[in-house]
């Protein structure tokens, strides 16, 4: 029996159910960021529940008053363009009776459309289904809790953060879409998927064919930091973005940069640095460390689409999914110069 167990949570299925984790936690990075380049953040207006619903409406009657219709506690509907809250469970008369009712509160969004909606709402799902496997991913790992106790407990750490991560998303609806909380929540995704990378570096097998020295291993580790600065100004920018989206909309994504600030300038010139830096330790590790050329080179091509993306935001005035690229080939970049950072210090030993 002991051994079935041990064939079950084997170490091969810790491993792969942390990397099954780390591909949907970059799943829901990218529903984020559609999310937010279709502006459905406010499309389910309460949490968890969407319109009081488990499952949303598919259309505007289902969200007005019905007369003879049984209604439960915490069911919302629109009326006079405002959200309205059943106060207890009860059947409906001919009329509308405000006291069954009570205002949402937390703020004063009260548009219903279908699109969002249900965008915001997969949105949801894909993160509910990161926290089941991350949960998942904890239970294999009880294997190790004997004898390295901190894949354990680390593998629990990251079900907190998931847990984190569900109130931040709450509280960012309740806030309607507060830019800052906004920024934080994609940096603690970012932090969940290098707390992920590292568990996996630590079970994967490991390929001491790999060359390197402190310096390079120094470098790759300010290359990271240099890229957290970019992602950190980017993150600023969208914050302005967000602004320049409620002044003129959507349609008018020509008036979002101008007079665009500092932060803005600095972010564009800054990725020259970048693409210099991780031209010169690319061809460190390709030519005298004898790399493998090929990890070098996708990181290379994210690196090129990254840029290319920000170059058509800011002359083409944002095409369609430009937004959603350029933020989610940053993160799977941040993720991969970590990985490479980890394998560059084991090279030492």
Sequence with gaps: MNQTIKNIFSESRYRWWLMASIIV???IIVAGAVVRMTGSGMGCPDWPKCFGYWIPPTEQVELDFSPETPYKEGMVIIVDQELRVAKTDFFTGQTYNPQNWEAYTKHDYSVFNVYHTWTEYINRLIGALGGVVVLI???????????RPRLTILSFVSVLSM???AVIGKIVVDTNLSPALITFHMIAALLIVGLLIYLLHEVKPIDYSFKSNKKMVRFAAILILLTLIQVVMGTQVRQF???QIDLF?????SKWLENGPLIFLIHRSYSILLLIAHAWFFYQMINKFQHPKNPYYVLAGLFALTIFSGVLMNYLDFPFGTQAVHLVVASLILGAQFYLWMRLRVALK
């Design 25 to 27: 936690i970059y799943l």
């Design 137 to 147: 991913t904890f239970l294999f790992s009880l294997r190790y809790i004997k004898k």
């Design 163 to 165: 847990g984190i991560q």
């Design 241 to 243: 973005i967000d602004h």
């Design 249 to 253: 909309g959507y349609p008018l994504s």
